[in-house]
Nanobody, 122 residues
């Protein structure tokens, strides 16, 4: 199971850190991705980190502002979001891909958390 948390209301230019806590002993083998879904839009890829924590990949829309990381000892992944913009407003979901690949393709992710709402005011 995955549990996303850390969302909230923030002004433009501000920062938030999202957490994705996982249960189970296989977290360290999972690729973890963050996706987001704005009102009326499809869920889109934001960032992904491979099991080792070494390989990461970002959507162009968040590159340079968001940083994904993980602590396998705590079974937790993070998404540090800086310089937030109103267009970052969305429900953010963490997801896990047990295959080990690094991908932004939503269909490859088997496990999904419940989402946490991020609202950025202008």
């Amino acid at each position: 199971q995955l549990q996303a948390s850390g969302g909230g209301l923030v002004q433009a230019g501000g920062s938030l850190r999202l957490s994705c806590a996982a249960s189970g002993r296989t977290f360290s083998t999972l690729t973890i991705g963050w996706f987001r879904q704005a009102p009326g839009k499809e869920r889109e890829f934001a960032a992904v980190i491979r099991w080792s924590g070494i390989s990461t990949y970002y959507a162009d829309s968040v590159k340079g502002r968001f940083t994904i990381s993980r602590d396998n000892a705590k079974n937790t992944a993070y998404l540090q979001m800086n310089d937030l913009k109103p267009e970052d407003t969305a429900v953010y979901y963490c997801a896990a891909d047990p295959s080990g690949r690094i991908t932004g393709v939503r269909a490859f992710y088997t496990y999904w958390g419940q989402g946490t709402l991020v609202t950025v005011s202008s």
